[in-house]
Nanobody, 116 residues
Framework: QLVESGGGLVQPGGSLRLSCAGS????????IGWFRQAPGKEREEVSC????????RYADSVKDRFTFSRDNAKNTVFLQMDKLKSEDTAVYYC???????????WGQGTLVTVSS
């Protein structure tokens, strides 16, 4: 099971850190992806990291603003989001799997709203 948290309302230019806590399995050994779905739009991948971190990617729209990290001791992964824009408003999901192209376990999502 994956549980996201950390969403909320933030002003443009602000920051949020999303958390994705795992239970029942060890996130360290899995690829983890972050996705988002804005109202009326399709879900899109934001970032994905392999279990070893030797393969990773960020969507062009978030490069240099969002940062993925892991805390293996807490069995949690994070998405640090800086310089937020209104177009970052969406429900954010984390997902885990054997590789980024095969993510099977999904969280319930956390809402991020960027607005003044």
């Amino acid at each position: 099971q994956l549980v996201e948290s950390g969403g909320g309302l933030v002003q443009p230019g602000g920051s949020l850190r999303l958390s994705c806590a795992g239970s029942g399995f060890t996130l360290e050994f899995y690829a983890i992806g972050w996705f988002r779905q804005a109202p009326g739009k399709e879900r899109e991948e934001v970032s994905c990291f392999s279990s070893l971190g030797d393969s990773f990617r960020y969507a062009d729209s978030v490069k240099d603003r969002f940062t993925f990290s892991r805390d293996n001791a807490k069995n949690t992964v994070f998405l640090q989001m800086d310089k937020l824009k209104s177009e970052d408003t969406a429900v954010y999901y984390c997902a885990a799997g054997t590789k980024c192209s095969h993510l099977e376990v999904w969280g319930q999502g956390t809402l991020v709203t960027v607005s003044s």
